[in-house]
């Protein structure tokens, strides 16, 4: 069993303390990947951060937040990923402190190179197609070898990749710039790079990931015309080539690649145990129901403003999700730390009125 400084169980200690308070996991799992960046074996630190974030009020604002981006019944893979993400940047605290440390478009000397990787980054975040990658990170390469600064390129390529949710990618790109420069914040941000990456798998608040079967039979109650899973990647494919860097290719042969296919055995992965019963996937009707209660929220809110664009937005609202599913709040009461003052709308809004996004009571 390794020992560790002091401080370190001191750390931890903190962390467990804040993270009992509602809305204290974030900070509380940041000190924990203070630690992983000094000592990475640390398993107190990396289960701690899964146990904050196994917070019921935790997994509900979590769960609510991706949901405003992405239906839980929607199991194509590529949204999986975008989950993650969305995830990633809600829980955190690296959130802004980037641009300290970079241009937001890259080094200038090598800003359209970057920028031409991250659109190829994008095809595979926003439209699914895996190949993007391989393009995207020859591109990266090219930058990484061209800049004056490769430190800082290196930075803003892994904060690329994290941001998107490619922690692997990331966590290479990352971990090249610590071999090479010696860097504590990133070493930091390489820590909870590496916890997302390998725990991804038993994020609390993500459905489990699929197929994309899910989503073509909810599919089929409201959009008979629209491509199955399968076809999608294709159909996009299509329609950007026109405007795409270099020609699609596959990047393994696919003969090579059926290979491949046939001498890994076809190990069934073991799925982790949830926290949430995500049964009611699998029993949905593909039918619109009763309005999520944050849609409700956000209805209210539209119906206060009655100009043209509210109005509109109003109505984008009720189409875009009238399949989005109601997600129980906990039935136990927010633990909200006694020394800190509560929270004061005003503090953000100044004397403007403030609306029901604000508003503890649904």
Not at 18 to 34: I, M, N, T, V
Not at 137 to 165: C, M, N, R, S, V
Not at 306 to 313: A, G, I, P, S, V
Request: proline share 6%.
């Amino acid at each position: 069993m390794s020992t560790y400084p002091e401080y370190i169980y001191k750390t931890l200690a903190r962390a467990r303390e804040e993270g009992q308070w509602y809305c204290g996991q974030s900070d509380a799992a940041a000190l924990c990947f203070d630690v992983l960046a000094l000592f990475s074996d640390c398993e107190e630190a990396k289960e701690l951060v899964y146990e904050l974030f196994c917070d019921e009020w935790t997994i509900y604002d979590n769960r609510v937040a991706v949901q405003q981006n992405i239906d839980e019944w929607d199991d194509r893979p590529w949204q999986q990923r975008r989950r993650l993400a969305l995830s990633f940047r809600f829980m955190s605290r690296w959130d802004g402190k980037y641009e300290a440390r970079m241009d937001r478009g890259g080094s200038k000397d090598v800003r359209k190179i970057l920028e031409e990787g991250k659109m190829e980054l994008l095809g595979a975040y926003c439209l699914g197609d895996e190949e993007c990658t391989d393009y995207a990170w020859a591109i990266f390469a090219d930058a990484i070898h061209k800049a004056k600064d490769p430190q800082k390129t290196l930075f803003w390529i892994g904060w690329q990749y994290a941001d998107l949710g490619f922690f692997a990618d990331a966590a290479e790109a990352l971990g090249e710039l610590c071999s090479r420069f010696d860097d504590a914040a990133t070493r930091k941000l390489l820590a909870e790079i590496i916890w997302w990456r390998d725990n991804a798998y038993r994020i609390p608040w993500l459905p489990p990931a699929g197929d994309g079967s899910r989503y073509d039979r909810m599919m089929e109650s409201i959009d008979p015309s629209a491509p199955k899973t399968k076809n999608y990647i294709q159909r996009v494919r299509n329609e950007n080539q026109l405007e795409r860097i270099a020609p699609y290719r596959p990047s393994i042969d696919k003969g090579l690649a059926k290979l491949f296919e046939i001498s890994i055995l076809d190990k069934k992965e073991v799925p982790a145990p949830t926290l949430v019963d995500w049964s009611f996937l699998d029993k949905d009707d593909g039918q619109p129901g009763e309005p999520a209660d944050w849609v409700k929220k956000r209805i209210r809110m539209y119906e206060r403003w009655k100009d043209e664009l509210h109005t509109e937005m109003l109505e984008d609202l009720k189409r875009m999700h009238k399949w989005t599913r109601n997600i129980t709040p906990p039935s136990t009461p927010k633990r909200y730390d006694p020394n800190e003052p509560p929270f004061d709308p005003r503090e953000i809004l100044g004397d403007a009125e403030w609306d029901d996004d604000f508003d503890e009571d649904i």
